[in-house]
């Protein structure tokens, strides 16, 4: 029997050329020839102003939280179904997540929320754009405009991916990106933080490297560097840069591959979805995703597990998502908001995840999904 994973990380060939290209050079801790080419790659695809590549992902969320000067006591609203890392963040610089519902089309904060959950604390709004499917960016930011709020995006899933022909990153003050292996593209562990306001990214420059002005020395804008303010060590290693770089070379291709599976799932299990069996993901016209995963819900977690266990037993895997940030004993413990998330606590039991990545075999895929549809089990005749 063969056996699917429900992820696999792609390469795209040019890696351990890149990476080998660093024996001569002689340069390894960054800010090198290959960190410089991820960094207008980056630049060209997104349009962000500027762009700091950062040891992972939590990094890049964590350096985007000290840019935008949250402090103690200030409360930062965002989804409850998100990883640690979206919270973390917040926590680290003294602040306090507030935690509000999502859709259950999208599974992205409900912007109609956001709202009643702001305070007069309230210092920025954080959404979160599941599956590399944009939020309600133009409702957020009128609202953030309305309340003087920074708009702070995790865009971990989203490279490629855009509201309307913008994107995702780029419609708040700053947007965080991931390269994790799971990720689209990746270098293993990685991230990168851009920034879409030119006075943040004097402040992001002094920020990342160690509280000091090297950037500038490196420019040739003063005479020395030294410490000029807090800081910590953000960067991504030049190996890492390397392996990023030959990956963002491929980018439009693995998006291409990505979306063309997402749409033979779409398509395979419309007939379900009309039987009234599963809801499939719904992408808002303002949406251009990047096929980063395949969601399904259910209408029950026992039809959710009956599915996944079959599936299993065919080699296939599929997994949940979340664990709802709201209802874990961290969470219950330092928020001030979110007890009740009925969409958040529904998707969390009856979400299941299709695998999805560069060089699935998708047709076996679909073959062995129609036979666990087929069984009794799932009252299918």
């Known amino acids: ?48 102003r500027g762009v700091f590549l950062t040891s992972s992902g939590t990094a890049a969320l964590e350096l985007m939280c000290l840019v935008a000067g949250l402090n103690r006591g200030d409360e930062v609203i965002l989804p409850s179904f998100t990883y640690p890392s979206t919270a973390n963040a917040i926590l680290r610089v003294g602040a306090v997540p507030v935690f509000v519902d999502i859709r259950r089309d ?11 959950a702001i305070s007069k604390n309230t210092k920025a709004v954080m ?38 022909s ?5 419609l708040g003050q700053m947007g965080a990106l991931s390269f994790h292996e799971t990720k689209n593209i990746h270098s293993g562990q990685g991230g990168a933080l851009l920034i879409n306001e030119e006075e943040m990214i004097h402040r992001a420059e002094i920020i990342f490297d160690h509280g000091t002005n090297r950037r500038q020395f490196l420019r040739g804008e003063s005479d020395s560097y030294s410490w000029k303010d807090f800081g910590s060590s953000f960067s991504m290693s ?32 419309s007939k379900y979805e009309e039987e009234g069996f599963l809801k499939r993901p719904d992408i808002p016209a303002y949406c251009n995703h990047n096929g980063h995963c395949y969601p399904l819900l259910f209408p029950s977690l026992e039809i959710r597990e009956n599915m996944r266990h079959g599936l299993s037993e065919k080699g296939i895997m599929a997994h949940f998502h979340y664990v709802p940030l709201h209802s874990s004993s961290m ?39 129609e036979e666990v549809f087929s069984g009794r089990c799932f009252g299918r005749k």
């Open 166 to 170: 913008s994107h995702l990153g780029t």
């Open 238 to 269: 030049e190996i890492t840069a390397a392996f990023l770089s030959a990956q963002l070379e491929s980018v439009s291709s693995v998006t291409e591959e990505r979306r063309n599976v997402w749409h033979l799932y779409h398509e395979a299990f």
């Open 127 to 164: 959404p979160v754009h599941y599956a590399g499917v944009s939020c309600d960016m133009e409702f957020i930011r009128d609202l953030a405009d309305k309340y003087h709020l920074l708009v702070l995006e995790d865009a971990a899933q989203a490279i490629d991916a855009y509201h309307y």
């Open 106 to 116: 999208t599974f992205n904060l409900d912007q109609d929320l956001i709202e009643k």
């Open 1 to 48: 029997m063969q056996t699917i994973p429900f992820t696999r990380p792609y390469i795209s060939g040019n890696e351990q050329e890149y990476i080998g290209r660093l024996f001569e050079s002689g340069t390894f801790a960054g800010n090198g020839t290959f960190s410089r080419q991820a960094e207008d790659l980056l630049l060209k695809l997104t349009g962000a």
């Open 331 to 369: 969470g219950r413990r330092i928020s001030r908001w979110g007890a009740d998330l009925p969409n958040t606590d529904h998707v969390f039991r009856c979400l299941l995840r299709m695998p999805l990545y560069s060089g699935l075999d998708i047709d076996e895929c679909l073959k062995c999904i």
